[in-house]
Antibody, heavy 119, light 109 residues
């Protein structure tokens, strides 16, 4: 069965960077795009971007264009999301989500990684 | 940029009742690219409906989706206790990519 297992919670200071991992299993990692979505405390879902694990190509939401980098390591079926120049309003749960196919829905999600930005 | 507006913000109903949740887009959305998710506290979202009306694997048939163009609806025909949660619609477009509605909280009356 498909599983997406994310790295553990992080506490960072303002201005620092964070890198969250998402290890995939149960399917061909290079076969489907991987997306990242975040959710601030008590708020809704915010799409951040995607990576094509096959080519490494990426597309980022404009809001995060200059601060986010999505990468992957196909040898270990793992996707990464790095967010730099962290601010307090970056405190959120960050999810990876697997795109399912031609209708682009997110059929499987990681368990989420809480990133807390605090001085 | 397409904006999705969900209504109502909160819906208070009792188990056994019918729930109707709305998702309105600021411009036309392809039905193929409209999805609904359920999220319970402390959990990741779960896919319910994709392609506006197709149930995801394992989703009970009391959940149904409909709509086209700018107006989409998620209907839960007869509420079970486990259905009380927050529901999000989502669309995919070329620019800026995926967007979510702000969510509808379905609470027990």
């Amino acid at each position: 069965q498909v599983q997406l297992v994310q790295s553990g919670a992080e506490v960072k200071k303002p201005g620092a960077s964070v890198k969250v991992s998402c290890k995939a299993s149960g399917y061909t990692f290079t076969g489907q795009y991987m997306h990242w979505v975040r959710q601030a405390p008590g708020q809704g879902l915010e799409w951040m971007g995607w990576i094509n694990p096959n080519t490494g190509g990426t597309k980022y939401a404009q809001k995060f264009q200059d601060r986010v980098t999505m990468t992957r390591d196909t040898s270990i079926s793992t996707a990464y999301m790095e967010l730099s120049r962290l601010r307090s309003d970056d405190t959120a749960v960050y999810y990876c989500a697997k795109e399912e196919g031609i209708t682009y829905e997110f059929g499987h999600w990681g368990q989420g990684t809480l990133v807390t930005v605090s001085s | 940029e397409i904006v999705l507006t969900q209504s109502p913000g909160t819906l208070s109903l009792s188990p056994g009742e019918r729930a109707t949740l709305s998702c309105r887009a600021s411009q036309s959305v392809s039905s193929s690219y409209l999805a609904w998710y359920q999220q319970k506290p402390g959990q990741a979202p779960r896919l319910l409906i994709y392609g506006a009306s197709r149930r995801a694997t394992g989703i009970p048939d009391r959940f149904s989706g409909s709509g086209s163009g700018t107006d989409f609806t998620l209907t839960i025909s007869r509420l079970e206790p486990e259905d009380f949660a927050v529901y999000y619609c989502q669309q995919y477009g070329n620019s800026p990519g995926h967007t979510f509605g702000q969510g509808t909280k379905l609470e027990i009356k």
